[in-house]
DNA sequence: TCGTGGTCTTGGATCGATCAAGACATTCCG
DNA sequence: CGGAATGTCTTGATCGATCCAAGACCACGA
């Protein structure tokens, strides 16, 4: 069966050693080893079954040989791919991509240790489902990560029709009957926060600047705002703006609001709306965080680089990614297990803003 | 043959149909279509072997059953997964992998045209080779993709040893005798292009601001900037700092040249460095891009946030990922074709703040 | 009529790991 | 002491697509 003699040489696994022609085989292994190939598989899946010695005995022969087993034979037999599809969208330049990003890095170091890795791919121009479809009808992975359920939701309802298993981060907006796995940040717990924390700093005349109406994460941010305001008997009338995501909108809606309502801190859906807010402050001679105070929301790049830095409320994403993984794993499970959604609580990352 | 009869229910492609239990196989698509399985699979694979009317039955019934491909089997026997291994970095909060972000978009997009994926995986805490050392190993990748090619370079010369096919992108700083495809941006060039558009506007003392001596690419923006003022006979003396990549070291650094050298604009090895400059203008009450200019690199998000917009050096990464997948494309031909290292020149975005 | 392509079928083998079932020896218990 | 119950390891079949070689069938032209 060792259709390669030098393949038999000995090796250390980390060493650069050269690749062999065709890397060794559980045959090969078996070979080496004196016993056969099962017990060479089991001595990788199951352990236990194996007694010590010949446990050791084969683990010797499999790092001499540098063998790992063959992906594609084991998915074929498995059916099974241990890889999980993302969809990541085109590089927008403006912020909203950047937590996709931070949240990429997290959930590529978390599958990682459950023994997964993360597959990426691309919209196709015409069709938004023909990635997935692809994927799923050729078996190319077990299970999809999808991050943007707002805005009708199509993937979500697509993928439970067809019954493949994946996992949402964010909630259901929509479908409140949705059967799938989902984490999601609680962006009101996330805003009541920052306006807890200001006022707790003594503000009473606390503005929000959110985005359209239309936006149910603008509207789950701002019931937070008002949420905390109206907890402390506070009036909301007057205080609050919707306005387009940019640094310009921004701008013009806290120079509004300071005329019209004299507020004396800023509770942002965005850091891009924020750098708005400094920017006003900016130009009438006000100093953030000693006249005005400004908290923004993702803690996105610029926070750290504004002047003053930015208060800015910031997503777990690590921990969204710890409870994605644990979500695929109990879909991927024997039998299939899902939980219940899971909500996470975003923290507060105080700089000199506020 | 027909393991299910449910499965030759006629069905549109990209309607959200339940999956059936077990995808349809070549088999059925070939009892469906009343040819043999060879023939579906040259229909697949040799279209050019078939008779215009067989071609268009088989084709009917692959999209009536919505058939596609089994990955593992295919990737069993023809030795090859059409995926293409990166590993990326832990998320660091610094605005350096921002680039890398930014690069993963552009070459997913690049190699779905290309009819690849990218499959992400993450360094092990201990060793950085072993998650090279596994894929490689179990054949659950082509290829590779390297990004971070300074720091003497191990991975590149790693897989080399190994003969593993991969890309890098990144010059081999240290190796002249590589023997890989890389793909790189021209660095100098960019500040070179920064600092003529900077000296064409009339500006006659242009400091530089970069990073320390250890650094490959540090040097080689530096250069660019000397170059450009040499190239006009201009001196350059006292005119140059290195520091540090930090916000507050772009700052000390520009106070400090302002002082001694009296520069009237700066070119800086990173946006965060030119953040810093713009800091100090501020301080002082200069207006950026009136009183002094400032150019940045990498343009990444804060270049357009800043007050006024930072005018930075562009790497042309959506190409960067065209030249990579050309260069992939030919070292996974048969024959395997390697090509030169190809070198990109970054564009100038102009903003305010020149 | 015989060859010559073009087109398709047939029956296999193959990729490498895993599953299902069985072989063999040892131990335990009534 | 016989039979069951383990523990340990082996054998043949299987996942689904591709590759290979040989041949069947038809149509066309020499």
């Given at each position: ?44 899946n199951n352990p ?230 400094l920017r006003t ?74």
């Amino acid at each position: 069966m060792s259709r390669d003699v030098t393949r038999a040489a000995a090796r250390l696994p980390s060493l650069p050693a050269r690749l062999p022609a065709t890397p060794p085989t559980l045959a090969d292994v078996a070979e080496r080893a004196g016993v056969s190939r099962q017990t060479v598989s089991n001595a990788i899946n199951n352990p236990d079954l194996l007694r010590p010695d010949t446990l050791a005995r084969v683990q010797g022969a499999i790092d001499e040989l540098g063998y790992s087993p063959n992906r594609a034979a084991r998915n074929l037999r498995t059916r099974s791919s241990h890889l999980v599809g993302m969809r990541i969208g085109p590089a927008q330049e403006g912020t909203a991509n950047a937590t996709m990003d931070r949240f990429v890095h997290s959930l590529v170091e978390t599958t990682r240790e459950a023994g997964y890795h993360v597959l990426l791919f691309a919209a196709e121009p015409d069709d938004p489902m023909t990635g997935y479809d692809d994927l799923l009808r050729s078996t190319a992975v077990d299970a999809f990560v999808i991050t943007d359920t707002y805005l009708g939701n199509p993937q979500a309802s697509w993928l439970e029709q067809r019954r493949a298993p994946f996992v949402a981060f964010g909630r259901p907006w929509d479908q409140p009957e949705a059967r799938h796995p989902w984490v999601d940040v609680d962006g009101a717990a996330g805003t009541a926060l920052a306006t807890d924390h200001l006022l707790d700093k003594g503000h009473t005349r606390v503005a929000w600047i959110g985005w359209r109406k239309d936006s149910r994460i603008g509207e789950d941010r701002r019931s937070g705002w008002l949420r905390a305001m109206h907890g402390r008997g506070l009036s909301t009338t007057g205080l609050a703006s919707r306005v387009e995501d940019t640094v310009a909108s921004g701008r013009d809606a806290s120079a509004h609001l300071l005329d019209e309502a004299q507020p004396s801190a800023f509770v942002c859906a965005s850091d891009t709306l924020a750098v708005g807010v400094l920017r006003t402050l900016a130009d009438r001679g006000l100093v953030a965080g000693r006249d005005v105070a400004v908290v923004g929301f993702d803690d996105s790049q610029v926070a750290p680089l504004t002047q003053p830095g930015l208060t800015s409320v910031r997503q777990p994403l690590e921990d969204v990614a710890v409870e994605v993984v644990k979500a695929l794993e109990g879909l991927l499970g024997h039998p299939p297990a899902v939980g219940p959604g899971v909500m996470l609580t975003p923290t507060l990352t105080v700089r000199g803003s506020s």
